[in-house]
């Protein structure tokens, strides 16, 4: 079980100092661990600042799908049943053999379609794209390139 220090004892501490294992005692000041929620994940981070462009909330083929692109990948979005969120991959674009960074991304929907634009560019290369293109998805799961 750990120890928590006083708040105005570890705000002294701190002050006099400022030594980095100092603040994980400082750590649950002000409430117990039974209490405290947990820290958001990096999944958890990068689904809830994703721009509008970059999510889809809707219904494809009669079923709510939650989609989300991340690094030129699409994945579906899902909670568990302890109420994180958290992402399975349903599409992402073909290897390639050098390191690339993601250049484009992005969710349109249209006519009960749902069209993903993915594109990563080789490092040191111009232009986009070394890898990713334009898929169509009627369900969210089965993708074909366009």
């Known amino acids: 079980m750990p120890r928590f220090v006083s708040r105005p004892a570890c705000a ?8 980095a294992d100092l603040l994980a005692g400082c750590d649950g000041i002000g409430s117990s661990a039974s209490t405290q929620s947990p820290q958001p994940s990096a999944e958890e981070i990068a689904i809830r600042t994703a721009p509008a462009e970059q999510v889809f909330q809707g219904t494809l083929a009669g079923q709510a799908v939650y989609l989300v692109v991340h690094d030129c990948e699409v994945l579906r979005v899902q909670q568990t049943a302890q109420g994180r969120l958290e992402w399975k991959s349903v599409l ?3 290897p ?4 690339t960074a993601c250049e484009r991304q992005s969710l349109s929907f249209d006519a009960g379609q749902l069209t993903a634009r ?10 986009c794209c070394a890898s990713g293109g334009t898929y169509r998805s009627a369900d969210g ?3 074909k390139k366009l």
């Not at 002294?12 to 030594?19: D, E, K, N, V």
């Not at 390639?96 to 390191?99: F, V």
């Not at 993915?118 to 232009?127: D, H, Q, V």
């Open 12 to 19: 002294m501490l701190l002050s006099m100092a400022g030594m």
């Open 118 to 127: 993915l594109g990563r560019r080789a490092f040191g290369a111009g232009g």
């Open 141 to 143: 799961l089965t993708w």
């Open 96 to 99: 390639y053999p050098l390191p």
């Open 92 to 94: 992402a674009p073909e």
